[in-house]
């Protein structure tokens, strides 16, 4: 990770991991640290960073197979880009300025997003069905104070 002065302004500057360079195209990310100030960047950076990591993690489980993680990276996935995760009919019953917003999103750098991104801001991810194995389980975990 580097921190980087330029036009008065304080940035990191982050190398898109070997293990990602598959789902994220880019070969560096900048991201604005919204200061002036050396050590105000300087404080900032690591959140940024471990922004950036969960991001790709979640674009990563996204990928995956399992309906369950593929879901929950879908909601992390928006919640890194700024939106709260909701299926795609309440986005498009809600507010035309939440559905112009998430269009928006879908466009980086003159470029469009992964798909699974675009897939989390939209909210196109299926709610993954209780398996009935697992119904106990789930109810297990849900009353253990009774």
């Not at 921190?3 to 360079?21: D, E, L, N, S, T």
């Not at 969960?54 to 909601?75: I, P």
């Not at 309440?90 to 939440?98: T, V």
């Not at 069905?129 to 297990?140: P, T």
Request: proline share 5%.
């Amino acid at each position: 990770m580097g921190v980087h002065k330029r036009g008065g302004r304080w940035y990191v500057i982050k190398r898109v991991p070997c293990r990602f360079a598959e789902i994220d195209a880019r070969t560096f990310v900048k991201v604005s640290l919204g200061t002036d100030s050396e050590s105000e960047a300087r404080r900032k950076a690591p959140a940024v960073e471990s922004e950036l990591l969960a991001y790709w993690e979640a674009l990563a489980a996204g990928r995956g197979e399992d309906a369950g993680r593929r879901y929950e990276a879908a909601r992390a996935l928006a919640a890194a880009r700024g939106f709260e995760y909701r299926p795609v009919g309440e986005i498009a019953a809600g507010p035309l300025a939440d559905l112009i917003a998430r269009a928006e999103a879908l466009v980086r750098g003159g470029k469009l997003v992964p798909p699974e991104e675009a897939a989390a801001i939209l909210g196109t991810v299926d709610r993954p069905r209780l398996a009935f194995s697992a119904a106990l389980d789930e109810f297990l975990d849900l009353t253990t104070d009774r």
